[in-house]
């Protein structure tokens, strides 16, 4: 289960299609409308599996994606308008240039018909499009950005590993099982500006150690670069399985100065995003929950056509409590772009400063079919039958009990009523034969001479 996991996942991809690019760049409120799901069913599996002295073992885990148009709203091959993320992004990381650099820049993108605002297809922003921008850029500064060719911000999730993890095997500490020993070859990262932010804390997030407490489950996360921690909210049942279901807390995406410990994720906007930029190319890049969901709500009052909700929005995690395996699971996170006026880059015009969503995406899992049988039989009907065996042993062995007494006590009672010396008891001659028949007795004696 553990090398290869049998658990279906898949990934759904909301878009949110701008509706008014060109009122944007006047200075409009940003105007938005969710598309899709477009679902992918996921298969991970585990290769380069080491095993290690010290109670550890290493491997790389893959994911492959399919697309499900049974399961989608739509197809890969629809148009969606999005911000150029190459562009927009470009202009802010160039914000600090000269002035006179900027609007040289600004004309070579001119050039190569660069807009604040494309038109591409579903599968085109998933996994890559072909860019001038992006050959320019590598013909310009070599090495700035680690692709060529295509530009997809999905293009290094598929077919693709997630790091190399090291995680411990409980051989010596079962309470240690899971827990991730290493990553990359790091006991921390260097994305952040505090030693606790850059910490590698909890496990990899498939699975935690057996006999969990009700508090806080952490695992890493290599796409948002970072440890999380989810809190426990409610015990419940998954299909018949009891769980723990763990949230986020408010706090995940705090800012520093409404959560004090996150300050090392900053510079900081407003609580309810994080910054990633550090992590990801230096590019004004936020994640946050979908819809802006648990944020500060000025993010949603900036733009039109957000319905934050625990119901769609919230992300959980159902755990066995006795074995630390998820039954159910939803991972959501969304995908920002910042944007604004950048002087000098005449295709940013009159944006006014705004946090864009672009997308968000559940990973999504649960247990089901012949696993969820044997999960359920093993862990669930067995102790509870065996549960009420004992009780059903325990009331059988009263009268069992009770009737050996009475067998126990039975000899001795018939020994005392035989014995002579019996107390309360005293020894009686047999009756004569006059006492017994009285009725067979003559009441007058007999006569002389009568036959």
Known sequence: ???????????????????????????????LSQRGPYVYREYRYKTNITFHDNDTVSYLEYRNLFFQPHLSNGTEDEYIVVPNIMLMGAAVMMEKLPKVVKIFLSEILSTMNQEAFMNRTVGEIMWGYEDSLINAINAIVPGLIPFKGKFGLFAGFNNSNSGLFTVNTGMKNISQVHMVDSWNGLKKVNYWRSSQCNMINGTAGEMWPPFMSPTSLEFYSPDACRSMTLVYEQS??????????????????????????????????????????????????????????????????????????KEQHGLFLDVHPMTG????????????????????????????????????????????????????????LL?????????ILLGLSVPLIMAAAVLMAMPKRMDAEKSPSAPGRQSQAPPSSSESTPLLQDTDPPEAGRC
Request: net charge positive.
């Open 383 to 391: 102790p509870s039958v065996l549960d009420y065996l004992q009780y």
């Open 325 to 380: 395996i998820p039954m159910n699971c939803s991972i959501k996170l969304q995908l920002n772009l910042y944007i604004r006026e950048v002087s000098g880059i005449s295709q940013t015009k009159n944006i006014k400063p705004v946090v864009l969503p672009l997308l968000w995406f559940a990973e999504s899992g649960s247990i089901e079919g012949s696993v969820l049988k044997q999960f359920y039989t093993n862990l669930v």
């Open 236 to 309: 419940g049942k998954f299909k018949g399985v009891p769980t723990y279901r763990f949230v986020a807390p408010k706090t995940l995406f705090a800012n520093g100065t409404d959560y004090p410990p996150n300050e090392g994720f900053c510079p900081c906007l407003q609580s309810g995003i994080q910054n990633v930029s550090s992590c990801r190319l230096n590019a004004p890049m936020f994640i946050s929950h979908p819809h802006f969901y648990n944020a500060d709500p000025s993010l949603v009052e900036a733009v039109e056509g957000l319905n934050p909700s």
């Open 1 to 31: 289960m553990w090398k290869d996991i049998p658990v279906p996942f898949y990934l759904s991809v909301h878009f949110f299609e701008v509706l008014n690019p060109k009122q944007i760049l006047q200075g409009a409120k940003p105007v």
